[in-house]
């Protein structure tokens, strides 16, 4: 399955076209870093990214990634929740803020999101986001993580005020094995 149109690719095509020079940006799952490092290259040395996680493992992976490609200056790690994402960032002050929910990719698959922090953070998220800011949601289910999680966060983001948030979910239909979905939220319509 050529990796352009996994959902990794289409988080990225829709946070290239909405995240400027200068701004911040949160990572909101920071894993292996791959999001944090694009994140970083989006918003030049002009701007910052926050990237939460709470496994070191995954810090460390990041900062390594980071520094290899020379944007650790453009990023601040954060072991903590991404349910906490309020107490480092002003409402209002977030262009972009990107989600992968499951587990730490070639990682523990019995340490994963779960549904009531990940609702939380999605609404703090909105909280965060700038008028005309936008959220990427990439939701890999399945396997330990199980159902739960997608079915309560899809519920949750189709209640969102149609007058404050544009939603979109896509889903790859004709992938075997539980394939991610890839969710884009723009705050405004």
């Not at 999101?113 to 700038?130: E, F, H, M, V, Y």
Request: charged share 20%.
């Amino acid at each position: 399955m050529p990796s352009q149109f996994g959902a990794v690719h289409l988080a990225h095509e829709f946070l290239a076209a909405h995240v400027a020079y200068g701004d911040l940006c949160i990572d909101a799952t920071a894993g292996r870093g791959n999001d944090t490092a694009f994140l970083c290259e989006l918003v030049g040395d002009g701007g910052r990214v926050l990237a939460f996680d709470i496994q070191q493992e995954a810090i460390d992976s990041t900062k390594a990634l980071l520094e290899q490609r020379g944007l650790a200056d453009r990023a601040a790690l954060i072991l903590d929740s991404h349910e906490n994402v309020l107490g480092y960032a002003e409402e209002k002050s977030v262009s972009a803020m990107v989600f992968n929910f499951g587990w730490l990719p070639g990682g523990n698959h019995k340490i994963n999101t779960n549904k009531n922090s990940s609702i939380a953070a999605i609404d703090a998220g909105l909280r965060l986001l700038k008028d005309n800011g936008v959220m990427s949601l990439s939701i890999y289910y399945g396997r330990d993580t199980g159902t739960d999680e997608r079915d309560a966060i899809l519920e949750h983001i189709a209640s969102l005020s149609v007058k404050d948030y544009t939603v979109i979910v896509s889903e790859f239909v004709n992938r075997p094995n539980c394939p991610p979905i890839s969710v884009r939220i723009y705050k405004g319509r």
